[in-house]
């Protein structure tokens, strides 16, 4: 197995019940592939579920200093907790902050028969 640090991953992937991650929150996924490891976080919305590749493109750092600290404190926007740059939850894009004009990578990922499961 690499040490890499992957961007994507491939479909199909089960990665546990819709509600493994509360409504209106943020969770962490580390998978170990054999190409090496993949960083993501998904932010639940209702049923709806956005994957982003966890890294800012300020600095490529990973967003949240805390695990599963995501979001802003009211849930809308997600947050890079080194720099502060604010992002839409629904498409990555930079709300404000360093990196305006960039977005997240997104993660595909989506629910099927109450499971999230990449895309």
């Given at each position: 197995m690499s040490d890499e640090r992957l961007s994507a991953t491939p479909p199909g992937i089960a990665l546990g019940p819709l509600d493994t991650i509360a409504d209106g929150a943020a969770r962490n996924f580390?998978?170990?592939m054999r190409a090496g490891r993949?960083?993501?976080f998904i932010v639940r919305q209702g049923n709806a579920v956005h994957g982003y590749v966890d890294?800012?493109?300020h600095m490529g750092l990973p967003l949240a200093q805390q695990l599963d600290a995501y979001l802003t404190p009211n849930?809308?926007?997600i947050a890079c907790s080194w720099h502060g740059a604010l992002f839409a939850v629904e498409d990555g894009a930079c709300l404000g902050g360093p990196c305006m004009g960039q977005r997240l990578t997104p993660w595909p990922v989506t629910v099927r028969d109450g499971a999230i499961v990449t895309a």
């Open positions: 580390v998978l170990q993949f960083h993501g890294r800012c493109p849930g809308r926007r």
